[in-house]
């Protein structure tokens, strides 16, 4: 039997999956008027009156949301935009064009946590909390906007309430009776590191079960809404508890 050194790759929950519709490319108007989204065509808000919003004589490329909201647009989008810091400039494009990108007080919901010449990457709020995924890359060149690539989710505003009614440690309680139930078993059946093979022996011990950490945020469920819930980070699985209800909305696994 051999020893099992669990290592959760952090990367696995930062992949933004967002459902996209077709890219429209081009120059000035010329992109398509409605986009494919999955299997139905929909027509919530056109690139055309995209570009036209905007204001702008060229636009490389526009992307859409299935809601309509503003997935990439790169291109010259720096018509009304006075600012010199790179922050601000975000703000003004977000204010400028809310409607787009699914905003109601740009300054409010999207704070940012990295910002250089190049880059500045901003984090999506709702009643002071992240909201899971959501949030854009902007990008910038000599100064000047050039683009940016990202999810709203204006659906996180349904939620109204950030107290929870289960307790971190109830939440904590909740994901190690499931990794002591089912833990073992889901390893055992899940290829792992170069040789994709699974793990055998597995046992998991309830000594072992530790919370690393855990934070109260947005997230989505499957019914495509978000929910108050508690982020639970464990040695074995990476939780995703209701605060207010107790259910596991979803959990994910160690790649190797």
């Known amino acids: 039997m051999r020893k099992v050194l669990v290592v959760l790759f952090l990367g696995l929950c930062t992949l933004l999956p967002a459902r996209l519709g077709r890219g429209a490319t081009g120059e000035g108007l010329e992109v398509p008027d409605t986009l ?3 299997e ?6 056109s690139p055309h009156e995209t570009v036209e919003e905007f204001g702008v004589g060229k636009l490389e490329s526009v992307r859409l949301n299935e809601d309509g909201t503003v997935y990439s647009i790169y291109g010259d989008i720096n018509r009304g935009i006075t600012a010199t810091d790179p ?3 975000c703000y003004q494009l977000l204010e400028l064009h809310k409607d787009l990108f699914g905003l109601v007080n740009p300054r409010e919901e999207m704070q940012s946590y990295r910002a250089d010449e190049r880059v500045v990457k901003l984090q999506q709020y709702h009643l002071g909390l992240k909201v899971q995924h959501g949030g854009y890359n902007v990008h910038f060149r000599d100064g000047k906007l ?4 990202g999810h709203v989710y204006p659906q996180a ?3 109204h309430s950030a107290t929870p009614t289960i307790t971190k440690e109830q939440a904590f309680q909740i994901a190690k009776a ?3 139930l089912n833990g073992a078993e889901r390893l055992e059946n899940t290829p792992f590191g170069f040789t994709g093979e699974p793990l055998e022996d597995v046992v998991i011990k309830e000594e072992d079960v ?5 934070e109260l945020l947005l997230t989505d469920t499957e019914s495509g809404g978000f929910v ?7 040695h074995y699985f990476q939780y995703f508890i209701d605060a207010s209800t107790g259910r596991i909305i979803k959990y994910y696994m160690p790649i190797g």
């Open 210 to 214: 530790v919370l690393g950490s855990a």
């Open 228 to 234: 108050l819930a508690w982020e639970l980070w464990t």
């Open 146 to 149: 050039t683009g940016l690539n």
């Open 178 to 180: 499931d990794i002591l």
């Open 87 to 89: 922050v601000e400039q």
């Open 157 to 159: 505003r349904q939620v």
């Open 36 to 38: 494919q989204a999955g």
């Open 40 to 45: 139905g065509v929909f027509q919530p808000k």
